[in-house]
């Protein structure tokens, strides 16, 4: 277990705040004319997603999560678990569907995530940056339809429900942001 001063303060930092593992967002030191110093914390729960503050004195200690962060490969489901497996020593690790959460609907097989571990126990899976998933399904357009926005809806292989512009196909493969659920572009 080691311990961090308010010195050794700095972004991306994991600690253990409130008996949960925590990332440093942002700090500022300040070291008023009179009195101790001290150091304004925000953080981010990791598990919960909640963003804290706090205030430490100068002779405040916090202790460090022993989280990892490790490259896996999705490779299937049962009824309670999704499993994913490191491909350098083909070792598999269970998730189960509530620890992944919303982040569902974006997984899909022989694609790579990055899955969390607090003391080797997995406690988040995040999906990559944007993928490509074919559409399956899309909404069918109403002739008398005139709105301006130029879309429709698109159910993707995962189920996932996605906004597309007109132009897009049944079958086609697009592009889409994990991060806000909105089509990118077609995939190349």
Known sequence: MVLYNINEFRTGL??????????????????PGKGQAFS???FRQIISGKILEKTFKSG????????MEIRLVYVYHDNEFWYFMDEKNFE????????????IKWITTQLHYIVTLWNKVPILVTPPDSIELKIIKITPIKKNSTGSSGIKL???S????????????LGELIKINTRSGIYISRAK
């Open 40 to 42: 304004r914390v925000r």
């Open 154 to 156: 698109a159910t993707v």
């Open 158 to 169: 995962t189920g996932a429900i996605v906004k597309v512009p007109f132009f897009i196909q």
């Open 92 to 103: 598999e690790i269970a998730v189960a569907a509530k620890i992944i959460g919303t982040n």
């Open 14 to 31: 994991k600690i253990i705040q409130n008996r949960e593992p925590c990332v440093i967002i942002s700090h500022e030191s300040i070291k």
């Open 60 to 67: 405040d200690f916090l202790e460090s999560a022993n989280i």
